[in-house]
């Protein structure tokens, strides 16, 4: 598959702040003093209330200019990664309709949309989006709006925006030529695909897709971390600083990435979109400095890591545990087609991981919630049918999904099934609660609009069933619970890698590249 990556419009909004906090330090003021840029060129900083500026374009002086320091960046890219330069990168100008058919073709083509959208009925299920929101439509609109640059792997090119400046190119240039380097030490083509694209069918099928689920969301966090990493020690060049002896410049992006007046369909897109969009650049880009600092040694956070990449959102977001080769949390999967086969078709089956959770415990609790929640993940898992008798295969009543996840404490369990439940009548209507049937305490059984809710607590782990008969839902209860106890039944011994729920949005939106979002408020 054709790898292409879009930068955002970038590169002023954040040497503002860097500057602002590069200057908390002493540096030589000689460095520092910049000649003023021309009216044409200049960009102030964005407010609320600033209007459209009408668009302008490169011209072929500037664009002369602009190609030239195409070697002098891949070189500061190449010092700053010691990732080797092995071949130069071919770069040019591109105007706005050939992003918009690139959007538009990527759209068609690409394997992470094709799943990103067929997965849309199962995030509305999940309740993450809301079940009228239109998500391709809304991702032209969003993509339109953030796109800058990208990088295309399978041409070895840099296609920079014709109507965006010189000056704030150059920036950008750097983030989006590390990924050239990237490409040149791993082929990014083929490193980055190790999920399966195809439909789970089979016990067999259903144990690679949880096995290998979350490898390319963990990758693409890796790559955008790294080039994150270049781009910032670039702005940070003239001041003589870097991104290991400015910490401060880390806490300060990363908290306000997200913060942009500019973009106002952003704003409006669904908290899965908005975090989905800044995972690679936020997550990555404090991964990889936590490598840089723990291993004073860029061969180590660059090419190492390459070599070795994380493996799950889990690994990014906690890096010592990467460092340290620690276990990744993996449930286990046992063969639940001769339950459902008669009733459903197979529809999608994946990792529930830790960033998913950050995601759900947000949406549904808040954020005081998903801080609490979210580091007691220690697992878990999804499988989403489509009942065969359905009429209308568009809607979540078609869907029927099974959830289980699995809690460091019995607490943490407790919390995530009260917040869960909580929700219920948010996501349905009709929302009853059916004592009468329920067969312990352990078990909550509520009656919606779409079929019975089935949630079991069994010490740290808990079951949910959305939509599945009573019957089926027990059955299913069983086996899944009894897996976790069943060596037999596991799904990885050797893990060889693994997909979120939410990772085919990761890694389609980061597949075109950063975007304009990963910006800290000026």
Not at 457 to 479: C, G, H, P
Not at 490 to 495: G, L, S, W, Y
Request: aromatic share 6%; hydrophobic share 35%.
């Amino acid at each position: 598959m054709q790898l292409k990556r879009i930068a955002g419009l970038v590169a002023l909004a954040l040497i503002f702040s860097l500057g602002a906090t590069a200057q908390t330090a002493p540096a030589d003021s000689s460095h520092q003093q910049q000649n003023p840029p021309s009216p044409q060129t200049s960009t102030p900083p964005r407010t609320t209330q600033d209007q459209p500026q009408p668009e302008t374009h490169i011209t072929p002086e500037q664009a002369k200019e602009l190609f030239s320091s195409v070697g002098t960046i891949l070189q500061f890219a190449s010092d700053d990664s010691k990732l080797p330069i092995k071949r130069e990168v071919k770069s040019k100008l591109i105007t706005r309709p050939e992003v918009e058919k690139y959007l538009v073709d990527k759209l068609n083509d690409d394997k992470d949309a094709k799943r990103m959208e067929r997965e849309e009925i199962v995030l509305k299920k999940f309740g993450l989006i809301d079940p009228d929101f239109q998500l391709r439509p809304f991702l032209v609109k969003l993509l339109d709006e953030q796109i800058a640059a990208f990088y295309d792997s399978k041409t070895k090119t840099v296609n920079l925006l014709d109507w965006i400046d010189p000056a704030t190119q150059k920036p950008v240039m750097a983030h989006e030529l590390t990924h050239a380097l990237q490409d040149q030490r791993v082929n990014l083509d083929k490193w980055e695909e190790q999920t399966s694209d195809d439909l789970s069918h089979t016990y067999t099928d259903d144990l690679k897709h949880v096995a290998t689920d979350e490898d390319d969301t963990a990758r693409d966090a890796v790559l955008e971390g790294q080039a994150m990493a270049v781009f910032v020690d670039y702005s940070l060049r003239p001041m003589h600083r870097t991104l290991r002896d400015s910490p401060g410049v880390i806490d300060n992006l990363v908290e306000n990435m997200s913060d942009d007046s500019s973009s106002p369909v952003l704003t409006r897109a669904p908290l899965l979109l908005q975090e989905s969009l800044l995972f690679p650049y936020k997550d990555g880009l404090k991964f990889e400095a936590t490598l840089l600092t723990d291993s004073k040694d860029p061969e180590v956070a660059f090419g190492g890591v390459l070599d070795r990449p994380p493996t799950s959102s889990y690994e990014i977001m906690n890096p010592r545990a990467y460092e340290h080769q620690a276990k990744v949390p993996l449930l286990r999967m046992p063969d639940i087609h001769p339950v459902i086969d008669a009733q459903y078709s197979p529809y999608d089956i994946g990792v529930m991981g830790e960033f998913d959770v950050r995601i759900l415990a947000e949406l549904f609790g808040g954020n005081q919630a998903a801080n609490e929640l979210t580091p007691e993940w220690d697992g878990g898992i999804y499988y989403a049918a489509q009942k065969k008798s359905a009429a209308d295969k568009n809607s979540t009543s078609s869907v029927a999904l099974l959830y289980l996840s699995q809690w460091k404490s019995e607490d943490a369990a407790a919390d995530f099934v009260k917040m869960y439940v909580d929700e219920l009548s948010h996501k349905y209507s009709k929302v009853t609660r059916d004592s009468a049937d329920e067969a312990g305490e352990d078990e909550q059984i509520y009656q919606t609009n779409e079929g019975p809710v089935l949630i079991v607590t069994n010490n740290n782990d808990v079951f949910i069933s959305e939509s599945f008969d009573l019957n089926v839902a027990r059955k299913l209860q069983l086996l899944m619970l009894s897996a976790q106890q069943d060596s037999g039944a596991q799904v990885a011994a050797d893990r060889v890698s693994a997909n979120d729920l939410s990772g085919s949005m990761v890694r389609f939106m980061a597949g075109c590249g950063m975007m304009k979002a990963a910006l800290p408020r000026h």
